[in-house]
């Protein structure tokens, strides 16, 4: 044999960054790095001892569920001696769970085998195939009253026992298989919260928990297994699970006794809540003994971090009350808007703020959903009862009721107004000037009137500069920043165009006369110190444009611990935002789903039951929304619902219609990306029907369009809400072929494929047929002027087979392709015209068609082939 060739020196640049992006591509595959910081626990596991980083690690409890430990339940119908079981494993599953709530762990986890209800996840061989119980025992079936349908989710034998039962918080995954990886979104619910470690326990050793085990083992999770709190109904084969786990090295992870460990050492309190901000760094010595984990210090000094390295949201530092509105305002907690600014109008000492204060309280009412004659009327009496510049600040009120009505000409007329009456109050003259400048730019960008908006922003530098006003100056720096970033996206408009690096410098001068004005930082006014935070997000949005992620994301990061430490919510998910984009084009997602999932973990944990919670819901809803899109983007539908289900459900607590309206059309569209389409209908109808709640007319459109696609893709389109309009776009295109006008017919025909198969080729043929039996000379039209080729006769007989989708589905998933093809409607092809009818037409979902590419077939060739037993050869071969 040929002895090993050396590796040639040097790789070409091309292939090395191939080699780069596969292995990021297979990473998203991958558990991620374990925690480096954080504290840690010794285990005396074999084959050799393990340190876990807990803040990385997760208890996973596979299957604690009546149908596996009662009688009655499925083990039992398998024929099994199931009395055993739960002494077996119980008592030390408990103690590990007491345990594992204790400590810092960044999830528990129970899994359940549990089917639907009409057992669609259920494959046939394990139905009702020749290794399945006698009829009567089989799942889905009732074998014992009181325990319900064997295996299916919902039955009360399906659930856990009190035992090991999930607590509030804990995660429950329902699995249809043995292995807890197959069709769940275990794998990506662990990767977003950055686990690298799982303690497995659960029943039955060698079936589900095994199974687990080594899925979890090739998908890089080390994992321990803990042997008095998993059972057998075979206790040899437990015993053989457990050497087989720890043979040649660890060949599928760790082993560890029990859970029984003396705890000794210290460990620092989890972040503790609301305004002590001196709690994160108290250390505390915990008296209870622990089960199985025994602490050792962080590596890096703990004393001057939260338990996750990071500072809790901290909801008032040296905030003013003026300040404070404005962030109640920001995240969305309106009556604590009101009440702040109230309190800044009765401590009305600081020339300027008054008026702005009151601008807050308008503002903050209207949205409560005051009318607009009443806020004037009470802006009027309370700027006179304060003795404030009452003309400015009823101008002021007004104006904000023109903002958020859009009567843009309004709000600049009044603007106008208010700069009069500015130059009348010496003390507030300043403040007041710079307030109607910003007011002008606002507007100016809402009209789309861009370099007017840049004029004004200048003009409100210049002022700045003249009460050498640091703080002013890097204001104003900021709003020109801002139109810059108006000016890159313009298009068509007259304005003139800005570059993104235009849009960074502004914003880095922002930032750098913002920090400078704000000296020293912690003690410093909130107001600078939040300008730096946004003028941060600025410049990390444009290094995203620009191309520059590794900065982006360093200037998102900062501008998150100041909003952090600020309480800006709502600002603190902008910037987050700015993360998961730049990481995304860094395609390294997972990073983002990791930051964003550490930021929720956080949000909830200083949540609280205080007043301002309705922030904190808002914000955790931005997150959840963000992550659903990141898993969107990374074709993983089914952590994309989980997420949007629950911003959709969170908003609906804070009674957000809008926000649980935009909720929902994500999850519907991810539900329809998971094939999931009766519930894809529901969740659309449910959208539909707030839309229309809430008059808003984009959702309304949106959610029509979605409900009308799934609807369509489920063969109901006479029920879909679009229907309508696209057989309008159809007659459209009847009428501009009668009128040979060419430009009309390509823009209904446009129209018409917008609406996918809404319109099927029958209602084309229903439409077509009796145009070119009127009028034949429109063949030749439609040839060319829309590239129809409905006059080529056929000449083979055609021969179509239909098969059960579901079968045809199934055989190729079982077949071991892993997956079936994915279309749901199949005709004879689309506008091809002979003596008969005959057309194909295949809707597919984007799974499908990435497979197909992968596979280098034109999308759709080949489910159309095969589903319709091969459909006429001569149309394949044009
Ligand atoms: N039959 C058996 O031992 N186990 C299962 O079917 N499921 C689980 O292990 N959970």
Redesign the pocket.
Request: glycine fraction near 8%; aromatic fraction near 22%.
């Given at each position: 044999m040929a002895p090993p060739q050396k590796r040639p020196a040097a790789e070409s640049a091309a292939l090395a960054r191939e080699k780069t992006r596969i292995k990021k591509e297979a990473a998203q595959h991958f558990a991620v790095k374990a925690a480096e910081e954080g504290p840690t626990a010794k285990l005396n596991t074999l084959p050799k001892p393990l340190s876990l980083p807990l803040k990385s690690t997760a208890l996973l409890c596979?299957?604690f569920q009546k149908d596996?430990l009662d009688v009655g339940g499925?083990?039992h119908a398998?024929g099994n001696d199931v009395t055993k079981l739960a002494d077996e494993c119980l008592p030390g599953a408990g103690k590990l769970l007491d345990a594992a709530r204790k400590l810092p762990l960044a999830a528990i986890i129970h899994t359940k085998?549990a089917h639907r209800e009409d057992l669609a996840d259920c494959c046939e061989m394990k139905l009702c195939g020749p290794r399945c119980p006698p009829e009567d025992k089989r799942i889905g079936q009732v074998m014992v009253e009181g325990m319900g349908r064997l295996l299916v989710d919902g039955s009360p034998g399906n659930d856990f026992v009190d035992a090991a039962k999930p607590l509030d918080g804990e995660i429950v995954v329902p699995k249809p298989g043995?292995g807890a990886f197959f069709m769940t979104g275990l794998n990506e619910i662990l990767r977003d919260k950055g686990v690298s470690h799982l303690i497995v326990c659960g029943?039955?050793t060698e079936?589900?928990?095994q199974t687990t085990m080594r899925e979890a083992n090739d998908r890089g999770y080390e994992c321990v297994l803990v042997e008095d709190a998993t059972a057998s109904?075979i206790p040899k084969f437990k015993a053989s699970v457990i050497e087989m786990v720890r043979s040649q090295g660890g060949i599928v992870g760790y082993t560890v006794e029990q859970a029984e460990v003396h705890w000794s050492g210290r460990c620092h309190s989890p972040p503790l809540v609301e305004d002590e901000i001196t709690s994160s760094s108290s250390m505390i010595t915990w008296t209870l003994p622990i089960f199985l984990f025994h602490f050792c210090s962080s590596e890096n000094d703990p004393s001057t971090t939260a338990i996750d390295g990071k500072p809790e949201v901290s909801s008032a530092e040296t905030m003013e009350t003026y300040d404070e509105a404005e962030k109640h305002l920001d995240n969305g907690d309106l009556q604590l808007c009101v009440r702040s600014a109230e309190d800044a109008l009765a401590e009305s000492h600081n020339a300027g703020r008054p008026p702005v204060a009151l601008h807050l309280l308008v503002r903050a009412k209207k949205r409560l959903g005051a009318p607009a004659g009443d806020l004037v009327r009470e802006a009027s009496e309370k700027a006179r009862s304060q003795e404030m510049p009452w003309k400015a600040a009823v101008k002021l009120a007004e104006i904000s009721l023109s903002l958020g009505e859009s009567r843009l000409s309004d709000a600049i007329e009044e603007a106008k107004d208010l700069r009069s009456l500015a130059a009348e109050l010496p003390a507030a003259e300043g403040k007041l000037h710079r307030l109607t400048l910003s007011i002008q730019v606002t507007v100016q960008l809402a009209r789309g009137a861009l370099d007017e908006a840049m004029r004004a922003a200048m003009e409100l530098l210049a002022a700045a500069q003249r009460r050498q006003d640091k703080g002013a100056e890097a204001g104003a720096w900021l709003r020109i920043a801002e139109v810059h970033r108006h000016r890159e996206m313009m298009t068509g408009s007259s304005a003139t165009a800005s570059t993104a690096e235009e849009t960074l410098q502004a914003s880095e001068r922002s930032a750098e006369l913002y920090r400078g004005a704000a000296g020293a930082g912690v003690d410093a006014a909130a107001e600078l110190r939040r300008g730096v935070g946004s003028a941060q997000v600025e410049a990390a949005s444009a290094c995203v444009r620009l191309g520059r992620l590794r900065q982006s994301i360093s200037l998102a990061t900062e501008a998150m611990g100041v909003f952090r430490s600020l309480g800006f919510l709502h600002r603190l998910t902008g910037a987050l935002d700015v993360e998961l984009e730049a990481r995304r084009q860094l395609m390294e997602p997972m990073i983002g789903l990791q930051a964003a999932n550490r930021e929720l973990q956080l949000l909830r944990e200083n949540k609280g039951d205080g007043e301002a919670t309705r922030g904190f819901s808002q914000a955790e809803a931005e997150i959840l929304e963000a992550i659903a899109r990141t898993h969107g983007a990374l074709s993983e539908p089914l952590g994309a619902v989980r997420n949007a289900l629950l911003a959709a459900e969170l908003r609906k607590e804070i009674q957000d219609e809008v926000g649980e309206t935009s909720a929902l059309l994500l999850a519907a569209d991810q539900q329809r990306n998971l094939g999931e389409m009766i519930d894809a209908t529901e969740t659309a109808e449910r959208a539909l029907a707030l839309a229309r709640k809430t008059s808003h007319a984009r959702h309304e459109e949106e959610a029509a369009r979605v409900l009308s696609r799934v609807l369509a893709e489920r063969g109901l389109n006479d029920q879909a809400p679009q229907r309508p309009q696209a057989l309008q776009a159809l007659e459209a295109l009847i009428s501009a072929v009668k009128l040979r006008d060419g430009a009309a017919a390509k823009d209904s025909e446009r129209m018409l494929n917008s609406y996918g198969n809404l319109v099927t080729n029958k209602d084309i043929a229903d439409h077509v047929v009796p145009l070119i039996s009127r009028d034949p000379d429109s063949v030749k039209f439609l040839r060319e002027e829309l590239g129809w080729n409905i006059e080529k006769p056929y000449t083979q007989k055609q021969s179509g087979k239909e098969i059960r989708h579901l079968d045809f589905y199934l055989a190729h998933r079982l077949s071991g392709m892993g997956f079936g093809p994915q279309f749901k409607v199949c005709d004879m092809p689309w506008r091809v015209w002979g003596s008969t009818p005959a057309a194909v037409s295949v809707n597919q979902l984007p799974e499908t068609e990435a497979w197909q590419m992968e596979m280098m077939f034109r999308p759709g060739f080949i489910d159309a082939g095969l589903q319709s037993g091969m459909v006429h050869a001569p149309f394949f071969d044009q």
């Open positions: 596979i299957d596996f499925f083990g398998l085998e043995k029943v039955t079936v589900c928990v109904y």
